[in-house]
């Protein structure tokens, strides 16, 4: 089993930033593709962006250029660095992981004020 958990969400006004990061422990053996999901109040699960074992990074429309994806294999650590903060961006953000099967975080609250 791997256990992902989200951190760094928050209040944030329009405009700012915020960074979360999601953290893979338990009995990983190799963790391939990583994404950040979030679910907007009244809309679905929708993809925010994706990036694989090798640094390929795939972003949705809404996010480009203001948000960027990275990961530290070494720390089994996504990061999530959010830049000029949308009041549409609210949400709660959940983590993926792909290691021989698919796992989720919890998630985290990302509030952004107009």
Known sequence: QVQLVESGGGLVQAGGSLRLACAASGSIFRIDVMSWYRRAPGKQHELVARITGGGTTIYADFVKGRFTISRDNAKNTM?????????????VYYCSAFDRGTYWGQGTQVTVSS
């Open 79 to 91: 990061y999530l660095q959010m830049n000029s903060l949308k009041s549409e961006d609210t949400g």
